[in-house]
């Protein structure tokens, strides 16, 4: 019974007949438009991660191959020639061989030969400064003035005290004499002769003592007038007239300093001090140049000196020493210089410093092959001057090398030097623009497949107007045959409604396809075919779309 009742109030199935359609008519266009919206989400996300990847690749890619090479599986978009025409244009030039000096370089000090402080030797009132600061000046020249008036009396003092023993010394030597002749008479004792011999000795040290004493007070009035004792440049003074200077001062009046000729202090490795001894026992002068603090301008030529007579321990150095006449004064005491030491001259393989380049693995050196790629070879480096650096292993004379922009180099990049001509360059843009346009053009226009998906799933082809390239509405000489896809790809077409004479069926009509312009007949949302646009109802000024190709026509064609 309940399974009768079960069946009593079952519902009785309805035959699938009428409604049927309506819900599938219902439920495809919903099932479409999801996996239309799914297809263009795959298709944004594939051509975003298409985009990342040629990014990446493009970076890691060596400079001049960036765009890929043609004819060698590069990627499209590269004609021939296009490898020359990416090419990194570098400087250039060959390894030689010619004669380079051996030098030694070091950082040196310029000390003067000879440096005075202007001190005096008597204490007094400073009366007059003779000198201006800066001033060149020669030896004996009067600088300064010392009040002289206490050393005139003290001189005159001295002479008044020579005078009175020096008389007291000649009636002593009478009184001797006369007692000479007494004894000779035997008139006196001979102790009376010997006193009075006595004190004419004594008489004649006072006045060799008073004799000093007159020259020492003419010396203390000579020292009121300070001099110069040398040649030099006197520097800023350090006391003004009116003051009193004390003799054995350290502080002193001025510094003169002698700048002609001048020296220049150095250091030299104890690892080069053989060699600078068999140089200096070869040739005793041996050149020496100073430079200025960046090391790129001459400032004078000199001779080497001699070095000292000890290793600094501390440094593992030797100080030297050379001589520069400096008769002009590019040289200034206490200056810092940069020297080298020319110790002989030798044939060696050279190329220009700014090929040398340091790496991991040392230093090394960009070689330019025959076909214009380039490789990284390893060089021991030598000795080295301003501009040349010699090689003494890695390179061969003749060889190519880079000298400028091996920055944005890599191992086998191409190159172009400066002297090639741009006949490469053209031909490669002429090759990207035919392969980025899919081959040669008849009167240069640009179509797109123009296919269009109706609402039924049929493909209809869409068609462009005379002249307008399909998927941009770019102005175009004629009808090419090339499926070419343009960077605007799927946007509306700038081109007029298309007039259909024929109605077509319904559905065949939808969005756009890749490259191409939307379908000539325009549909209405339900899927049904909106009317078509006779001629004459286009607006002025619009021209009309082309007649719309069947899918028969376009399988003949």
């Given amino acids: 019974m309940d399974h009768n009742s079960n069946n009593s109030t079952r519902p009785t199935p309805q035959p699938a007949s009428a409604p049927l359609p309506d819900a599938r008519a219902a439920t495809t266009p919903k099932r479409r438009s999801r996996w239309l919206g799914s297809t263009i989400a795959i298709a944004l996300v594939a051509a975003l991660a298409g985009g990342a990847w040629y990014l990446v690749q493009s970076k890691k890619a060596p400079a001049g191959m960036a765009g890929g090479a043609p ?70 020249q009067k600088l300064a003035q010392i009040d002289p008036r206490p050393f005139e009396q003290a001189l005159q003092q001295a002479k008044g005290q020579l005078a009175r023993d020096q008389a007291q010394l000649d009636a002593a030597r009478v009184t001797l004499k006369r007692y000479q002749t007494l004894w000779d008479q035997d008139s006196i004792a001979r102790q009376d002769l010997d006193t009075q011999a006595a004190l004419a000795k004594q008489l004649e040290g006072t006045v060799v003592a008073d004799q000093a004493q007159v020259q020492t007070a003419q010396l203390n009035l000579g020292y009121a007038s300070i001099t110069s004792p040398i ?176 920055d944005r180099l890599k191992d ?72 070419a896809v343009e960077p605007n790809a799927g946007q509306p077409s700038a081109a007029a409604p298309a007039v259909n004479p024929e109605p077509p069926a319904a559905g065949n009509s939808g969005s756009g396809g890749s490259g191409g312009s939307s379908g000539s007949t325009p549909s209405t949302g339900s899927g049904q075919t909106a009317p078509a646009i006779k001629p004459e109802e286009v607006p002025k000024g619009m021209a009309p779309a082309a007649t719309t190709v069947q899918p028969a026509q376009r399988a003949n064609q």
């Fill in 231 to 406: 040649d030099g440049r006197i520097g800023l003074r350090t006391m003004d007239p009116g003051n009193y200077i004390s003799a054995g001062g350290t502080t002193g009046i001025a510094v003169i300093t002698k700048v002609a000729p001048i020296d220049v202090s150095f250091t030299v490795p104890q690892d080069h001090i053989p060699s600078v001894l068999g140089a200096q026992k070869a040739d005793p002068r041996l050149p020496v140049a100073a430079l200025d603090r960046a090391g790129s301008k001459t400032l004078a030529q000199g001779v080497f000196l001699t070095l000292d007579n000890l290793v600094d321990t501390a440094t593992g150095t030797v100080k030297a020493k050379a001589r520069f006449e400096n008769t002009d004064g590019a040289l200034f005491p206490n200056q810092f210089v940069n020297t080298r030491l020319t110790l002989k001259d030798e044939s060696a393989l050279v190329v220009p410093v700014t090929a040398i380049r340091t790496g991991g693995n040392g230093d090394f050196v960009y070689v330019i092959n025959a076909d214009r790629t380039v490789t990284q070879r390893t060089v021991i480096r030598g000795m080295s001057t301003v501009e040349w650096v010699a090689i003494n292993s890695g390179l061969k004379e003749g060889e190519l090398v880079v000298t400028e922009g091996a």
């Fill in 412 to 483: 086998g990049a191409v190159v172009a030097l400066q002297g090639d001509t741009p006949t490469q360059a053209h031909g490669a843009s002429s090759g990207r623009r035919g392969a980025r346009e899919g081959g040669p053009r008849e009167g240069g226009g640009r179509r797109g497949n123009g296919e269009g998906r109706g609402a039924n799933g049929a493909t209809a082809p869409g068609a462009a107007a005379p002249g307008t390239a399909a998927g941009n509405g770019a102005p175009a000489g004629g009808g090419g045959g090339g499926v």
């Fill in 71 to 140: 004819g060698m599986g590069g990627p499209p978009g590269m004609g021939p020639g296009g490898m020359r025409a990416m090419a990194v244009t570098v400087g250039s030039a060959a390894a030689k061989r010619q004669t380079l000096p051996v030098t030694l370089t070091a950082m040196g000090t310029v000390v003067p030969t000879t440096t005075v402080t202007l001190t005096t030797q008597v204490s007094g009132i400073l009366r007059d400064v003779l000198f201006t600061e800066g001033q060149m000046v020669k030896k004996g």
